[in-house]
């Protein structure tokens, strides 16, 4: 909520959204902490994503420590830090980190490859500390699940980095689905241009050596160890089953979250593929993963289609909404951008109009049949990081946070993977039944170790 927002926009805001929107949100007091003045962060992973996340730390408050597998990442951010942070101390190993700095710790940042978000987070919120974490939030839905009830149990602050949820034109959409103003959603399709990186390749054979500056065991973790290979470090990972969850674990927490927020889309009952086929090393070129939700609070029976790999959906009612958006561009430089934000986006179809939302946030402008928009009402955010801060400084909860929002958002997502997986064969695989409450498949006992991983070399939740 914005700092010009009085207490009582507060309220009327709140009271116009309805509870049921907050709830979700997980916007709402939380029991009161002793006040921090000043956040004491440490960072775990400062490459990538990591590099943007310990910046916005070292805005927030102290950075007192900074842990990553590779040196060279590790070294340039220390020497970025060193004139604000002079006494950042470096680690290897985030368990040593831990032992060592307990209690010079307020908060932590994760933004390790995907397989190491869950073992690294659960060990300092177990210490108390607060916790953002990159998207997704976790590797499994059985992490995720598990980080939601420790923020629950031990009352911490938390947040999922998918910074889109922050984005007022994203809350915007999500206020008019929930307003009705386009009926009873039949059809929710999110698209992606990803994935961006190898997939669909076989385990690399040669072994070559390990680079001097990178601490291979420590990037392993809790998977199972293989030899180095540069097809996994610095960036390749995200399309290997071992260490990420592919174009829908990468992109889905952000280009499903607008709809999510609106629609409530939890807990599917079912879900299944149609891919391109893999080798369970990598997830395919592409894949189509079609979700089924059950009615929930109100909220119709609906299902929800992903697509990546450059599939797109192709119902008329799409390429009509296509149309009037690439419309009402009015110079070719304006058209040119739309269809380049069209690479990626959702599209959400009712009985009474659609929703089209170009770009992977929900960011880059709203279309309806109607060109005026509906009059909604909204929470205005501070800021997606600032969201974070503030709540560990006794605010209320960030938006994405983890036991109202982020968990049960990274559930939807990653439950697509199950059915990925079973789609191993190029064509459309088996259709999992899925039993949100307990976490099982229960019609597909292969999948549970996609569920919930083997932890190795010592690593445990």
């Not at 709140?14 to 009161?32: I, K, M, N, Q």
């Not at 290897?92 to 987070?121: G, L, N, Q, Y």
């Not at 039944?433 to 919930?452: G, S």
Request: charged share 25%; hydrophobic share 35%.
């Amino acid at each position: 909520m914005s700092r010009r927002n009085s207490r009582r926009q507060f309220v009327k805001t709140t009271a116009a959204l309805g509870v049921g929107y907050w709830a979700l949100g997980g916007v709402a007091p939380r029991e009161s902490r002793a006040a921090i003045e000043e956040v004491r962060f440490a960072c775990i992973g400062v490459g990538g994503k990591g590099d943007s996340d310990s910046a916005d730390a070292a805005d927030s408050g102290k950075v007192v420590a900074i842990c990553d597998i590779d040196d060279e990442r590790l070294n340039a951010k220390a020497a970025k830090l060193a004139e604000r942070h002079p006494d950042v101390k470096k680690y290897h190993d985030f368990r040593k980190m831990f032992d060592e700095m307990e209690k010079s710790i307020d908060a932590i940042t994760v933004s390790t490859p995907d397989h190491c978000h869950a073992v690294a987070a659960a060990m300092g919120m177990k210490l108390g500390k607060h916790a953002h974490v990159q998207k997704p939030m976790t590797k499994s839905l059985y992490e995720a699940r598990v980080l939601g009830e420790l923020a629950e149990k031990h009352k911490l602050a938390t947040q999922m980095g998918n910074q889109g949820t922050a984005n007022n034109d994203l809350r915007e959409a999500a206020a008019i689905l929930k307003s009705g103003a386009l009926g009873t959603v039949k059809e929710v399709h999110v698209w992606t241009n990803r994935p961006v990186w190898p997939q669909g390749e076989a385990r690399p054979s040669d072994t070559p050596p390990v680079p001097s500056n990178v601490h291979w065991p420590e990037f392993i973790g809790p998977a199972e160890m293989r030899p180095y290979h540069p097809a996994y470090h610095p960036f390749k990972w995200r399309g290997w089953w071992a260490f990420g969850t592919g174009a829908l674990g990468d992109m889905a927490c952000h280009t499903l979250n607008m709809p999510y927020m609106g629609l409530d889309l939890r807990d599917p009952i079912s879900v299944q593929a149609t891919t391109s086929g893999h080798n369970s090393e990598t997830f395919p070129s592409w894949s189509i993963i079609d979700y089924q939700f059950p009615e929930r609070n109100g909220r119709a029976a609906c299902k929800f289609v992903w697509y990546d790999g450059g599939k797109r959906p192709e119902t008329d009612e799409f390429k009509k909404a296509e149309e009037v958006g690439l419309g009402r561009q009015k110079e070719d430089r304006d058209r040119k951008r739309f269809r380049d934000r069209m690479v990626s986006g959702c599209f959400v179809l009712g009985e009474k109009g659609w929703l089209l939302s170009p770009g992977d946030y929900a960011g880059d402008g709203l279309y309806m049949p109607d060109p005026e928009l509906p009059k909604v009402e909204y929470p205005r955010s501070v800021g997606h990081f600032k969201e974070w801060v503030d709540a560990i400084k006794g605010g209320p909860p960030a938006m994405s946070n983890f036991n109202g929002y982020a968990s049960g958002l990274t559930e939807t997502v990653l439950l697509g993977n199950l059915a990925v997986w079973a789609a191993a064969s190029p064509g459309t695989g088996k259709k999992i039944e899925w039993d949100a409450k307990n976490l099982v498949a229960t019609n597909a006992p292969e999948v549970a170790h996609i569920v919930k991983p083997e932890f190795h070399n010592g690593y445990s939740l």
